[in-house]
């Protein structure tokens, strides 16, 4: 009886469920590696590209938080893939036009 007490208060007091803290919070953006086509391309005429960053990004809410000058009729489609943005434009683009 005895013997079991004390395995019953040693095995309990072993596992201590405490959340972890997480670390410090991260204040630094992802930086661009490299973007698909090159920034500052012109004659750009496909209708999707990529940028790749040195750490996973989130991108929440793409609708307030990504800005397309001059403004296109319909959002454009934004996915994840590991450290890589990909941006598909489901709108026309206007000729001679910089969008940025």
Request: hydrophobic share 35%; glycine share 4%.
């Amino acid at each position: 009886m005895v013997n079991c007490t004390i395995l019953f208060f040693a095995l309990n007091s072993c596992a201590i469920k405490v959340n972890p803290d997480g670390g410090e919070k991260d204040v630094t953006p992802p930086k661009v590696l490299q973007t698909v086509p090159a920034n500052y391309s012109v004659n750009f005429n496909k209708k999707e590209f990529r940028i790749k960053f040195d750490e996973y990004v989130d991108v929440r809410e793409p609708g307030r938080n990504l800005i397309v000058s001059p403004l296109l009729n319909e959002l454009p489609e934004i996915k994840i893939k590991g450290h890589e943005l990909i941006i598909t434009i489901n709108d026309t683009l206007k000729a001679n036009t910089t969008y940025t």
